[in-house]
């Protein structure tokens, strides 16, 4: 029930989402008397889904406390609840997104071996996509912060992206070893002497989150907020000033003729409904966050994030990479010991 125009877009995008994972069922929670009229139009998404009725929810404004005080019998902590109890593989949500974290970290704890859980995303590069995380769930980070964040946005790549040595970095005021904070740093030091399944290449400048360089960006959630509203608002800008001068004037409607196939291939790829879908990484459970204004089709893209995340255990990597990471810190130890 969450998001702005909801529950239509959720049922548009579940239907899309159906024709593209046939094997894909859904358990839908809300306000009935509203979802199952909208349901019937869609036979092949009624006959895999069910509808658990609760009148109430998790609003827009409503803080991330009071959500966790009067929220859990909600769509949001029904749907959370589902992920708990083993009935749902993963739970997606366009709504409140601070309840939304704040509700899965307290339901479904964290994993062992994680500090704190990161908020992560794919993003629009010259070359494809790459994964960009903590995008706002942590203001502050230490350094063993970043470097579970890194380990869980490989996985991220391993999973979604089919990656099978993922190259990752830390987003950093220059690329240059002495170039940061302490904390960046030390990340940085950690990372290189891990032997994880990565291929970790220092730092990264803000212009590589555009060319594509590296398939995973790592940063404290209050960088990488910044960065992620700054990028989606440049595309944005530059959307609007190619349609201004596109139809300026008669020459440029007629040079917009020739180019239209690759000006909509441009704006597809820009569009963040085929991107959408930010992912909770590090609960006991998979938790997918659309964004509120999201389209049926970008509802459907965050419904697909969630199936390839279930299906190739990202849970299972996570788990293994992070045991490989910290046997590898308890080696150093009893080395520098000797």
Do not use: W
């Not at 139809?247 to 790829?269: C, E, N, T, V, Y």
């Not at 820009?270 to 659309?290: E, W, Y």
């Amino acid at each position: 029930m969450g998001g702005d125009h909801a529950p239509q877009i959720v049922i548009e995008g579940a239907s899309i989402a159906r024709e593209r994972l046939p094997d894909v069922r859904f358990i839908i929670f809300g306000d009935e008397t509203r979802i199952a009229p909208l349901v019937t139009k869609y036979p092949l998404l009624k006959e895999s889904c069910e509808i658990h009725h609760t009148d109430k929810i998790v609003t827009a404004e409503e803080k991330p406390g009071q959500a966790l005080r009067r929220g859990r019998q909600s769509s949001m902590g029904l749907s959370i609840q589902a992920v708990k109890d083993g009935n749902a593989c993963a739970a997606v949500s366009a709504g409140n997104t601070g309840a939304l974290m704040a509700m899965a970290k307290f339901m479904l704890k964290t994993m062992p071996g994680i500090d704190r859980p990161a908020l992560a995303s794919l993003l629009p590069t010259s070359c494809g996509e790459s994964i960009m995380l903590d995008l706002g769930a942590n203001v502050e980070c230490s350094a063993k912060n970043l470097v579970q964040f890194s380990i869980m946005g490989a996985a991220f790549a391993r999973t979604v992206l089919g990656l099978s040595n993922p190259s990752v970095a830390l987003l950093n005021v220059g690329v240059e070893e002495l170039k940061g904070n302490e904390i960046i740093k030390n990340a940085d030091r950690m990372l290189r002497d891990a032997n994880l399944p990565m291929d970790y290449i220092g730092f990264t400048e803000g212009h590589g989150l555009a060319n594509g360089e590296v398939d995973v960006v790592v940063s404290d959630g209050f960088t990488g907020n910044i960065a992620l509203k700054t990028a989606e608002g440049t595309a944005r800008m530059i959307a609007g000033m190619l349609t201004d001068a596109l139809s300026d004037s008669l020459m440029s409607k007629i040079g917009f003729l020739f180019a239209k196939p690759a000006l909509l291939a441009l704006r597809d790829h820009l569009d963040p409904n085929n991107h959408n879908g930010a992912v909770f990484m590090g609960l006991n459970g998979l938790v997918i966050k659309s964004h509120g204004s999201a389209s049926a089709s970008g509802f459907a893209s965050a419904i697909g994030v969630a199936a390839d995340m279930a299906s190739n255990d990202l849970a299972g990597k996570i788990t293994k990479d992070l045991k490989r990471f910290e046997n590898h810190d308890e080696e150093e130890i009893e080395d520098k010991a000797v």
